[in-house]
């Protein structure tokens, strides 16, 4: 951290301001009440409290770096030896330099027991308040970064919802869709009935589900059925699409649209860029405590734009997965002799909650 | 009597659906092939030299407009397609017009009269004008699309090994097979990626990885070696991009 005084030009500059102040102040003390000569008085205030002024900057390290986890009361014996070292240090440096250009009988007026007591005293004043303002300065500084920490968090929070919801919708799906459902109604208007109605279910389900809702593996499936039939219609027999889903796991609970960015991705990478069929496959399995799910594919080796993705999908999920379960494991894909697999691991907190 | 061809390019049937259903008004135009693909594409404008093209951008392997680039015919290309941020590019390529799906009737038949303007007042599209003109698109290359006789290549970056110039064309040289494309090495200097392709000379851009070793070769020139039989001149000038980019 830096030193709040010296690192600031305009808090330094009112510093200094103060100790003239302070300065004249004690000057004026010495001429009125000791009856001191102007010199002797300017002398002594100005050794002193440039001494202060100088010393004072330096307290800064001893706040900064003093231990204050083990309790309150080691944390104000540190700072009252700190004190207690400062003020004294303080004290002797001041009078031998003092004795250097005041005479003796002077000297004896300026510290005379009652006056040596009150310059222990306004010392110690001096040293608490110096402690008091930066600890003040670390206050700011740290309600600061946190309000900072807090936008930050709510910056990201905010554009992984954004990007979630974008992932959701994507404009080019929807066009293509619309434009296969134009061609179907001029020859089959039946099949194109059909197709506005799985794609306003699709629509619906994607519209209405609040991002952090978990809803049963089962309707999840469901409405991707829905999204790859949408896409068969376009593609025809260049889409295929197997499922092998043991009963038990479709009623765990999964977040809404979670799997949506994998099929799309299936679709973007294998289809788009595949001449030959392409077999999009998704396997269950329940484990201890999480569901597994992975989908592969099988893509055409020789497309550039398949080998190289954009994994922008990918750690969407990746992303809602952490900010649903603080886990940064949860998804994992390989590729291999021209297939690509993703799989999620989704935790079942009921299910561990009984482990 | 149909005057003119047509040939309809899109991977999606239903797409071509439409656009078969559309030109159904139009007695003057015949559908003479669909295409699901560009390969098929390139051999069925070959076989029956068509005067138009209805052409989908987002294609497997090689898109509309990579195709656009490779073909030597003169002919006449309205491009369909979902995605709206190609059409600065497709009107570079000279595209009649530039149809956003799904689109109606009304719109369709604009573009056809708009195109059958074009053939009465008789332009046609030249390609060489074109490979010029279509500078200033941004991004980098992924790979390149060319043409050898009838049949379509695609190219990927790393098997690309250096490209020469020759006059108004370039040549593009792999490890066992060379392609002609009509543009410049400005082109290909402006749209490769520069931490992989350098211009050593002014006759030669290389892929900096497939470069064995360098050695001198005059006063102030260097040869880059490929392999035994493919020894490139450098230039002072490229030595140094090369010294500054693989930091010998």
């Not at chain 1, 102040?25 to 100088?54: K, R």
């Not at chain 1, 396997?283 to 734009?305: H, P, Q, Y």
Request: glycine share 2%; proline share 4%.
């Amino acid at each position: 951290m830096n030193h709040p005084i010296v690192s600031q030009a305009k808090i330094f500059k009112l510093y200094a301001l103060v100790w003239i102040i302070l300065s004249a102040i004690h000057a004026f003390t010495d001429t009125i009440v000791y009856s001191l000569p102007l010199t002797i008085a300017i002398t002594d205030s100005l050794i002193f409290n440039v001494l202060m002024f100088t010393i004072g900057l330096s307290i800064w390290f001893p706040v900064l770096y003093i231990d204050t986890s083990k309790g309150r009361w080691s944390a104000f014996t540190q700072h009252s030896i700190t004190g207690v070292v400062v003020v004294t240090i303080w004290l002797f440096v001041g009078k031998s330099l003092l004795d250097l250009f005041v005479p003796e009988t002077s000297m004896q007026i300026l510290f005379s027991d009652q006056a040596f007591t009150i310059r222990a005293i306004v010392g110690g004043l001096q040293f608490m308040l110096y402690v008091m303002v930066y600890y003040m300065f670390i206050f700011y500084s740290d309600l600061d970064e946190k309000n900072r920490q807090q936008e930050r968090l709510n910056r990201s929070l905010r554009e992984s919802e954004l990007n979630a919801l974008k992932s959701q919708l994507n404009p080019h799906f929807l066009f293509n869709s619309l434009n296969s459902i134009s061609s179907l109604t001029i020859t089959e208007p039946d099949d194109a009935r059909e197709m506005i109605n799985k794609l306003s279910d699709f629509l619906r389900y994607s519209l209405k589900k609040n991002e952090n809702a978990l809803l049963p593996l089962r309707d999840e499936l469901k409405n991707m059925s829905r999204y790859m039939e949408i896409e068969k219609v376009r593609f025809g027999d260049r889409l295929q699409c197997e499922a092998e889903v043991p009963k038990e796991c479709k009623d765990l609970l999964v977040p809404v649209l979670i799997l949506q960015p994998l099929y799309e991705n299936a679709v973007k990478y294998g289809v788009h860029e595949s001449i030959e069929p392409v077999t999009v496959r998704t396997f269950c399995r329940c484990l201890d405590g999480e569901l597994e799910i992975s989908v592969i594919n099988n893509f055409d080796k020789d497309a550039i734009a398949a080998k190289k993705g954009t994994g922008v999908g990918l750690n969407n999920v990746k992303e809602r997965l952490f900010l649903l379960y603080n886990r940064k494991d949860l998804v994992s894909h390989h590729q291999e002799n021209g297939h690509f697999e993703v799989t999620l691991r989704i935790p079942q907190k009921n299910v561990s909650l009984n482990n | 009597m149909p005057q003119y061809k047509a040939l309809i390019v899109d991977d999606e049937p239903l797409a071509r659906n439409i656009i078969k259903a559309y030109l159904k008004k139009w007695p003057e135009i015949s559908i003479a092939a669909e295409c699901s693909n560009g390969f098929e594409a390139i051999k069925a404008i070959k076989e029956h030299q068509p005067t138009m093209l209805f052409l989908d951008i987002q294609m497997p392997k090689v898109t509309g407009l990579e195709l656009m680039e490779v073909i030597d015919e003169p002919l006449h290309v309205i491009f369909t397609t979902a995605y709206d941020q190609y059409a600065l590019k497709a009107f570079e390529l000279n595209a009649v017009d530039y149809l956003l799906k799904p689109f109606n009737e009304k719109r369709f038949n604009d573009a056809v009269e708009k195109l059958m303007q074009k053939l009465n007042s008789g332009i046609t599209s030249n390609q060489k004008q074109i490979s010029n003109l279509q500078n200033s698109t941004e991004e980098n290359l992924e790979r390149i699309v060319v043409k050898k006789g009838n049949k379509l290549e695609v190219i990927p970056l790393d098997k690309l090994l250096y490209i020469e110039a020759q006059d108004d064309y370039v040549m593009l040289y792999t490890d066992n097979n060379h392609f002609l494309k009509a543009k410049t090495m400005k082109y290909f200097e402006d749209h490769l990626p520069n931490e992989l392709f350098v211009r050593i000379h002014r006759s030669y851009i290389v892929n900096t990885e497939k470069i064995k070793h360098l050695e001198p070769y005059s006063k102030d020139n260097h040869l880059a070696i490929i392999n035994d039989e493919i020894k490139l001149k450098v230039s002072r000038t490229g030595y140094k991009k090369l010294k500054e980019l693989l930091d010998f």
